[in-house]
């Protein structure tokens, strides 16, 4: 019943209509996103938190051409516990399948992109997961990447559309990551343009890297949600402070990976990284936190 009702309206034959009360017409509080379809916010709504609009999604979807990376050797044994602490999971389906337990009750945002390795032409992907898999597998949000300025950045954004369409079918959003070459500079201009050109091709939040100068004109210039990756391992304190910043500059969240699975504490640091998305934390008391909870860890008060 609405808060200003007192429900003794008009009850006739046991039933009450509230006459008095207008439909209840809400706005879907995410970024770019209240024109999409129930089941679309449904989805966004289960990465995103609806309370703040926030996200710390936990990115261990790199095997898929760097093999067995750093800190994912068993997924199994080292994300599994860390799942817990995050909103959403970013994986691939074979990860996904064999070494995460199906009664994660957590959100899956499905790497749907492949078909290459380290050791060729980054750029080279296709679509490399059908959209009927995707919903055998309960998928949130699928993930594609675009190469903007890439060898193969035709074929690239190709596969987001074609993402984006038959998410679109069934209600699935897609996430558009924005893969940077070697040879691109991670500004601004340049991750303004891809994130934008992803939004504009239909993708419903993407993922971008943060910089240092200029990153709440990105912010801005994407009409969609976006989320910061975390890039190569850094020290905590400065991992820390790039959340933060990105938050504080526009961002909804991070999709991070190695900032929290190649640290020596990853349980410690995925919750010091959601103490500063969804609750403001500074950096400063955020990394306090994260080394109070190591030690903890390391006395064997925790798991
Ligand atoms: C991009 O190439 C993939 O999604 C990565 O596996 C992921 O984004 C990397 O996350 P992080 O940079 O935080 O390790």
């Not at 069934?170 to 070459?181: Q, S």
Request: proline share 5%; charged share 20%; net charge negative.
């Amino acid at each position: 019943m609405p808060d200003n009702h007192d429900g003794q309206g008009d009850v006739q034959d046991g039933k009450n209509f509230y006459l008095d009360v207008p439909q209840i017409c809400s706005v879907f509080p995410l970024k770019g996103s209240n024109a999409l379809d129930w089941g679309m916010k449904n989805r966004l709504a289960r990465v995103f938190s609806p309370q703040d609009g926030r996200t710390v999604m936990l990115a261990v979807d790199h095997g898929y051409f760097q093999g067995p990376t750093t800190g994912l050797e068993r997924i199994d044994v080292i994300i599994t516990p860390l799942v817990t602490f995050a909103d959403a999971l970013m994986i691939t389906r074979g990860a996904l399948r064999s070494s995460i337990p199906p009664e994660m009750a957590k959100p899956v945002v499905l790497r749907a992109s492949g078909g290459q390795s380290i050791l060729k032409e980054l750029s080279h992907e296709r679509i490399a997961v059908d959209i009927e898999d995707a919903v055998r597998l309960n998928a949130s949000a699928l993930a594609v990447q675009v190469y903007i300025g890439g060898v193969h950045e035709h074929e690239s954004i190709g596969n987001l559309a074609d993402m984006v369409n038959a998410g679109n079918r069934h209600g699935i959003p897609t996430m558009a990551v924005t893969g940077v070459g070697k040879e691109l500079a991670r500004d601004a201009k340049y991750l303004g343009l891809a994130t934008r050109i992803c939004a504009e091709l239909g993708a419903h939040f993407v993922k971008t890297y943060y910089c240092e100068a200029n990153f709440a004109r990105v912010a801005a210039g994407c009409p969609v949600p976006l989320v910061i990756a975390g890039g190569k391992k850094l020290p905590e304190p400065a991992a820390l402070e790039m959340a933060w910043r990105a938050v504080n500059e526009g961002a909804a969240g991070v999709d991070m990976g190695r900032n929290i699975f190649q640290c020596e504490a990853p349980l410690a640091m995925i919750q010091a990284v959601r103490a500063v998305v969804h609750g403001d934390e500074t950096p400063g008391k955020a990394h306090d936190l994260y080394l109070s909870l190591k030690s903890m860890q390391e006395r064997g008060q925790y798991a």
